[in-house]
C-alpha cells in the first residue's frame, strides 16, 4: 500500500523568504503526485501534480515542484513567500486500486505559518 | 465552470442520530471520491462512485455508506453517529481518463458535529 510522509508538522518563514516542503512518499510503481493547500475552513486547491516527464513541475501561485525517484521525495518550494501563503498543505499520492477504482493517499499536512 | 458544491457546509447531530450529506460534481464528472478529514487521522479515504457503481471503499465501518445518481451527484450517509464522526468531510470529482486526467478536485467540505 501507498504512504506518504510529511516530516514537518509546523514550518514558520518571513515574508519574502524561500520556502521547501518536504514530501517522502511509498509506492512500488510510477507515482501520481500533488500537492494540495488548504486554508482554515475550506476544502482542499490542487497546486501542482506529477504525472511523468519533466521532473520539475510548475503549478499555481508561483510554486515548483521536484519528483526524485532515487530519494521517493516530492518537494514543493517557493522562492519568496506571501503573507496569503500561509496555509496548511498536504502532499498526495494517486494510485489505483485492483478494483479499477483510483484515491489519493495523503500526508498528515505542513501548517506553514508567515511572519510579516 | 461550477466547481464541486456540497452541502450542507455545516452541520450539528447528537449522538445516535443519522446525517445524510450531497455532493455535486463538476459538470461533466462522473467519478466522486468522499474523504474524512480530522485533526488526529489527517485525510482518510472513505468510498469512491463512479457510474452509480461504488469501486473502491476505505476502511471505515459499515455506518458510513454512499450512493451515487445517475446525474453523478452523490450523497454518504452516516448512522447511529459517535462522537469521533465529528469532522471535516470532502467530496472530490473527478474525469477519469487514462490516469494523466484523474486529477480530483475538491469541495468546500461538510463540517459535521457531532454532541
Known amino acids: 500500500a501507498q504512504s506518504v510522509t510529511q516530516p514537518d508538522i509546523h514550518i514558520t518563514v518571513s515574508e519574502g523568504a524561500s520556502l521547501e516542503l518536504r514530501c517522502n512518499y511509498s509506492?512500488?510503481?510510477?507515482?501520481?503526485l500533488f500537492w494540495y493547500v488548504q486554508s482554515p475552513g475550506q476544502g482542499l486547491q490542487l497546486l501542482l501534480k506529477?504525472?511523468?516527464?519533466?521532473?520539475l513541475v510548475q503549478g499555481i501561485k508561483g510554486f515548483e515542484a521536484e519528483f526524485k525517484r532515487s530519494q521517493s521525495s516530492f518537494n514543493l518550494r517557493k522562492p519568496s513567500v506571501h503573507w496569503s501563503d500561509a496555509a496548511e498543505y498536504f502532499c498526495?499520492?494517486?494510485?489505483?486500486?485492483?478494483?479499477?477504482?483510483?484515491?489519493?493517499?495523503f500526508g498528515k499536512g505542513t501548517k506553514l505559518s508567515v511572519i510579516p | 465552470k461550477a466547481g464541486v458544491t456540497q452541502t450542507p457546509r455545516y452541520l450539528i447531530k447528537t449522538r445516535g442520530q443519522q446525517v445524510t450529506l450531497s455532493c455535486s460534481p463538476i459538470?461533466?464528472?462522473?467519478?466522486v471520491s468522499w474523504y474524512q478529514q480530522t485533526p488526529g487521522q489527517g485525510l482518510q479515504f472513505l468510498f469512491e462512485?463512479?457510474?452509480?457503481?461504488?469501486?473502491n471503499k476505505g476502511n471505515f465501518p459499515g455506518r458510513f455508506s454512499g450512493r451515487q445518481f445517475s446525474n453523478s451527484r452523490s450523497e454518504m450517509n452516516v448512522s447511529t453517529l459517535e462522537l469521533g464522526d465529528s469532522a471535516l468531510y470532502l467530496c472530490?470529482?473527478?474525469?477519469?481518463?487514462?490516469?494523466?486526467?484523474?486529477?480530483?478536485?475538491f469541495g468546500p467540505g461538510t463540517r459535521l458535529t457531532v454532541l
Open positions: 459538470s461533466g464528472h462522473r467519478s
Open positions: 472530490a470529482s473527478t474525469l477519469p481518463g487514462t490516469g494523466y486526467t484523474d486529477t480530483q478536485y
Open positions: 509506492y512500488g510503481a510510477t507515482p501520481y
Open positions: 498526495a499520492v494517486g494510485a489505483w486500486s485492483g478494483a479499477g477504482s483510483y484515491q489519493l493517499t
Open positions: 462512485y463512479f457510474s452509480e457503481t461504488q469501486r
Open positions: 506529477y504525472f511523468s516527464g519533466d521532473t
